[in-house]
Antibody, heavy 121, light 105 residues
Framework: QLLLQESGPGLVKPSETLSLTCTVS??????????WVWIRQSPGKGLEWIGT???????FYNPSLKSRVTISVDTARNQFSLTLTSMTAADTAVYYC?????????????WGQGTLVTVSS | VMTQSPATLSVSPGERATLSCRAS??????VAWYQQKPGQAPRLLIF???TRVTGVPARFSGSGSGTEFSLTISSLQSEDFAVYYC?????????FGGGTKVEIK
């Protein structure tokens, strides 16, 4: 059973940098048929794609966040990470890590439980 | 941009619900539908516009191509009351619709 688990601070001060890690268990991150994804959801709002990383390190970012986002992958640790700089109250959200399949059942089929990040001084 | 309608759909248990999703440009069949219940992560229901994920009940069906898509729940059960999102994966950036909340009438 594939499991994804987000870890990181629940509270970040305005202007600071958020760093989150997603640990993948029950499967290898080093696969040609999966993308690894970060998505967020502001309280009471819809889903916003932040970005995606492939096991090779290739990344794709949401243009609206591109200047502040970095996503990286650590295949040795079976983890991928999100860094978001210059945090503001508008970045308060539940952050999900997830896996998107490129073969078989396409779409984002596995999600972490999500971690709430609040931006406040 | 993916636009969902209506924002809220009030339906009685056992009735049929049809949710719509429109893409601002053609995304072929590259649309997925997700169900999200309060406090939970989204759950993938449909991919390829119309293919149910393993384990998803047959009362859920998807259709459409190009720019117009729909999700139909043929006979709503109590566990189906939730928010539903469409998402296109035809091109970058990945985009989600704003969601349709299916509530009990």
């Amino acid at each position: 059973q594939l499991l994804l688990q987000e870890s990181g601070p629940g509270l970040v001060k305005p202007s600071e940098t958020l760093s989150l890690t997603c640990t993948v268990s029950g499967g290898s991150i080093n696969s040609d048929i999966y993308y690894w994804v970060w998505i967020r959801q502001s309280p009471g709002k819809g889903l916003e794609w932040i970005g995606t990383v492939y096991h090779t390190g290739t990344t794709f970012y949401n243009p609206s966040l591109k200047s502040r986002v970095t996503i990286s992958v650590d295949t040795a640790r079976n983890q991928f990470s999100l860094t978001l700089t210059s945090m503001t109250a508008a970045d308060t959200a539940v952050y999900y890590c997830a896996r998107r399949s490129l073969s078989g059942e396409l779409g984002i089929g596995y999600w972490g439980q999500g971690t709430l990040v609040t931006v406040s001084s | 941009v993916m636009t969902q309608s209506p924002a809220t759909l009030s339906v009685s248990p056992g009735e049929r619900a049809t949710l719509s999703c429109r893409a601002s440009r053609s995304v072929s069949y590259n649309v997925a539908w997700y169900q999200q219940k309060p406090g939970q992560a989204p759950r993938l229901l449909i991919f390829g516009a119309s293919t149910r994920v393993t384990g998803v009940p047959a009362r859920f069906s998807g259709s459409g191509s190009g720019t117009e898509f729909s999700l139909t729940i043929s006979s709503l059960q109590s566990e189906d009351f939730a928010v539903y999102y469409c998402q296109q994966y035809d091109n970058w950036p990945l985009t989600f619709g704003g969601g349709t909340k299916v509530e009990i009438k």
